[in-house]
């Protein structure tokens, strides 16, 4: 699977979005992009996946560019129930990789 | 989604000892794995647990000292065998659901101490 990179932190305030970057320079075609995020030593919470083409659902918006080497999870209106390790993983046939994530704080 | 269930949800154990960790998927899965988190780092894949033979190992992990089970589509165990101190994780059963585009689910997770 290809790796990822995500920024180890971000700050957020509440009611404001939130915009999650992750670069996957080495995808291949028939990858997808799969965002979850874990809740102080819950388990991985599913967010939201894609292959090409942006997708929404009720918890986030996800954004692939065009040569699919980076994407960017948005949260419209994040709360403080949204502090959270945010991973970003990048999955074939295969199972799911995790890295560190990104550690997100959501401030009133 | 998929409603996975885990047990026990939290427990002391003794240097030595031997726990088994049980998990419930609400659904029919073709594919399960077990996932270990040491405190303050990401998930590591222990082995994906197949129905009806031996589980696949990653790298750094044995049967002897995490013998898997796979009785049926939606029910599997992970024993972590004479415990050391080493062993105080969280361990995360997950399963795939072909229903939701392959996506995986996770439980909530089974914190151990060993003491």
């Known amino acids: 699977d290809a790796k990822t990179t995500q920024p180890p932190s971000m700050d957020c305030a509440e009611g404001r979005a939130a915009n999650l970057p992750c670069n996957h320079s080495t995808i291949s075609g028939n990858e997808y992009v799969y965002w979850y995020r874990q809740i102080h030593s819950q388990g991985p919470q599913y967010i939201i996946h894609g292959l090409k083409n942006n997708e929404t659902n009720e918890m986030a918006s996800l954004i692939i560019t065009e040569d699919r080497k980076s994407s960017t999870l948005i949260l419209p209106h994040a709360t403080l129930r949204d502090t959270a390790v945010y991973y970003c993983i990048v999955k074939g046939y295969s199972t799911l990789t995790f890295g560190k994530g990104t550690m997100l704080l959501v401030s009133p | 989604s998929a409603v996975i269930s885990q047990k026990p949800s939290r427990d002391i154990c003794q240097r030595g000892t031997s726990l088994t960790i049980q998990c419930q998927v609400d659904s029919q899965v073709t594919m399960m794995f077990w996932y270990r988190q040491q405190p303050g780092q990401s998930l590591t894949l222990i082995a994906t647990a197949n129905q009806g033979s031996e589980a696949t190992y990653e790298s750094g992990f044995v049967i002897d000292k995490f013998p898997i089970s796979r009785p049926n589509l939606t029910f599997s165990t992970l024993t972590v065998s004479n415990m050391s101190p080493e062993d105080s994780s969280i361990y995360l059963c997950?399963?795939?659901?072909?229903?939701?585009?392959?996506?995986?689910?996770f439980g909530e997770g089974s914190w151990l101490t060993v003491v």
């Open positions: 997950s399963a795939l659901l072909a229903s939701s585009g392959n996506t995986i689910y």
